[in-house]
């Protein structure tokens, strides 16, 4: 089976290319009509599994409130961390 090497480049321009799919996202979908959304909401405006939401929320990275049990995120707070982490 052969192996397949991953480069610090390859990383560089995967980086990118999510970046912009996320910025094409927000073009496309616009802003959302409610300002707090729900995980499921988060996961379909940034084409993430529940997973990675989970990492992102328990890392700290994307903050969010929880209400009896419901986790809520604010919309401008997920702008807020993609355009942090612009390059």
Request: hydrophobic share 35%; charged share 30%.
């Amino acid at each position: 089976m052969p192996a397949n090497v991953v480069t610090t480049e390859d990383l560089y321009f995967f980086k990118e290319e999510l970046l912009q799919e996320i910025k094409n996202l927000f073009e496309t979908h616009g802003t959302p009509k409610r300002k707090w959304l729900r995980s499921q909401d988060v996961q379909d405006l940034l084409c993430i599994s529940a997973g990675t939401l989970h990492n992102l929320r328990d890392k700290g990275i994307l903050p969010h409130s929880k209400i009896s049990g419901v986790i809520l995120y604010e919309y401008e707070d997920i702008v807020e961390v993609i355009r942090r982490n612009k390059v």
